[in-house]
């Protein structure tokens, strides 16, 4: 495998550079949010987005009819990872599940209407899948949508409830997965629709998560859904979903911040001493520190693998071909690895920098001002966020090796 990337690809990257160095801004930059630093959930990490899409950055493996510039995914990759190096917003949600679910799937007037937007940087999504009873089993999902005419307009009443969906309370829309067919398979029976956020009879409610972020509950009381906001066919959309969910495990989990932290935790070995003994000279710290950077190689050439298996696929859907494997099982690789190195790394922090590592984020006298405590809250999440660990190893076993399911 040829980890080198191109020339032209290595310009594109250091373009990026110097565009994120331009507009540095401690507003939209912020690495100690971990993991959720990726979500644009304030007015001027919205404006950033905005001056991202003037760089015609957003869309670039997208169609040239919607607007993109059907580039590889090696180009968003390298725009992602630079963005999460700094603790930025980045593409993901609208370009990569919204945005290329509808350009699949959707009908020419939710193109028409949401694509534009997309690309544009002017509309924030939230998904709505997870629910009280159907967490890592999101077709166990109940929200319940019944056909029904209001006003002369066919459409879907929806009842019931989502949790931890995340962007809920800032975004514009709702892309939620409900069920419309309750006698079929639970896989068979769910639809996709696009909500209005403020919907009147929508209720949002936080819960905030250990990681000191938002996160909320979600209640529909009779919503209305016209038709025409069905995203592709009914009783589709768990189908849809599942396709989505390989970028969705890809993008939320970049390996940028994975290396970060390990530099912060590098430099710290470094200089500290313990008991008037450099810190770096003792044999069993080396040991850790050897196994942690070989590890963290081994995440980044897991995310490697993965698009190179997506370009691929892009390669192959662009050439008309209706037979090709998508990336699932690289993509639940990858994700299971990065998360639970990303835990063991905030172990380690938290074991090598001793006692004061437990003093909050942005303590400066702290070990690591303080950022082993956050990493330490943080990463438990991303265990979890976009399918569990255990769901990763079940998807591994089944398609990757053949292994019988166990639940």
């Known amino acids: 495998m040829d980890f080198e990337f191109s020339a032209e690809q290595q310009t594109f990257a250091k373009d990026v550079e110097a565009f994120l160095d331009a507009n ?12 959720m630093a990726q979500i644009v959930d304030t007015p001027d990490r919205r404006a950033f987005m905005g001056k991202l899409a003037e ?21 968003e990759y390298l725009l992602n990872e630079q963005l999460a190096g700094r603790g930025g917003p980045q593409i993901g949600k609208g370009i990569g599940i919204i945005g290329k679910t509808l350009i699949a799937h959707g009908s020419d007037k939710l193109k028409a209407e949401f694509l534009p937007q997309i690309l544009n940087a002017e509309v924030e999504f939230a998904v709505g899948y997870s629910e009280p009873e159907a967490g890592s089993d999101a077709a166990a999902m109940k929200l319940k949508a019944e056909p029904t005419t209001v006003d002369d307009v066919d459409g879907w009443m ?10 809920a309370h800032f975004a514009d829309w709702y892309w939620v997965g409900a069920r419309t067919d309750t006698e079929a398979p639970k896989w068979n ?26 996160t909320n509950e979600v209640f529909f009381d009779d919503v209305f859904v016209p038709g025409d ?46 008991d008037g003994e450099p810190l770096v000279e003792d044999e069993v710290v080396r040991a850790k520190m050897a196994h942690l950077h070989t590890e963290a190689a081994v995440a980044r050439a897991l995310g490697l693998k993965f698009v190179a298996a997506a370009v691929k696929v892009e390669t192959a859907h662009r050439s008309g071909a209706t037979e090709y494997q998508p990336p699932t099982v690289q993509a639940s690789e990858y994700k299971l690895f990065t998360t639970e190195y990303s835990k063991a790394l905030a ?4 074991d090598l920098g001793a006692p004061g590592t437990q003093l909050r984020v942005k303590t400066e ?23 569990s660990s255990e769901v990763q190893r079940n998807i591994i076993s089944r398609r990757g090796l053949g292994l019988p399911r166990n639940f």
Request: proline share 4%; no cysteine; hydrophobic share 35%.
């Open 229 to 274: 906001y069905v995203v592709g066919e009914l009783n589709k959309g768990f189908q849809y979903i599942s396709q989505a969910l390989d970028l969705e495990r890809f993008t939320m989990f970049t390996y940028a911040p994975i290396k970060q932290r390990l530099d912060v935790l590098t430099e710290y070995v470094q200089e500290a001493s313990r």
């Open 365 to 387: 006298e702290a070990p690591m001002a303080g950022r082993a405590e956050s990493t330490y809250r943080y990463t438990v999440i991303d265990t979890i966020g976009g399918g």
């Open 24 to 35: 540095d801004d401690p507003e939209v930059f912020d690495v100690t949010r971990e993991n």
């Open 347 to 350: 172990d380690a922090s938290m």
């Open 158 to 167: 929806l009842n019931g409830q989502k949790t931890w969906t995340t962007s």
């Open 55 to 75: 760089q015609n950055w957003l869309g670039i493996t997208w169609p040239t009819e919607y607007g993109g510039t059907e580039g590889d995914g090696v180009y």
């Open 189 to 214: 029976g769910i639809t996709l629709f696009l909500v209005p956020m403020n919907h009147e009879n929508i209720t949002i409610t936080g819960i905030w998560t250990m990681g000191d972020e938002r």
